[in-house]
């Protein structure tokens, strides 16, 4: 963790192994926000999945219907 005590040190070990530092600073709230949006935006992820899943799943059974039946005659 990186505070005030060991930023100096920790902003040296960081450009020896990778070369620029970058510092994104986010406030509580944007935080928050941030972490709302990343919870909005996995749950139409997964709501989108479950669609093509339903969709996929009803375009192959009437395939294996018709294979069931084809066999039986």
């Known amino acids: 963790m990186v505070n ?3 930023i100096d040190q920790f902003v ?3 450009t020896a192994k990778h070369g ?3 510092v994104v ?3 509580i709230d ?4 941030l972490a709302l949006n990343i919870a909005d935006l996995r749950r ?3 709501q989108q999945n479950d669609i093509i899943v339903y969709y996929e799943d009803s375009m192959k ?3 294996e219907e018709k294979k069931t ?3 039986a005659q």
């Not at 944007?30 to 926000?33: A, G, T, V």
């Open 4 to 6: 005030k005590d060991n």
């Open 20 to 22: 620029e530092f970058a």
């Open 44 to 46: 139409y992820i997964n």
């Open 61 to 63: 059974q009437p395939t």
């Open 12 to 14: 040296k070990d960081f």
């Open 25 to 27: 600073s986010l406030s």
């Open 30 to 33: 944007s935080y928050e926000n």
């Open 69 to 71: 039946d084809g066999n």
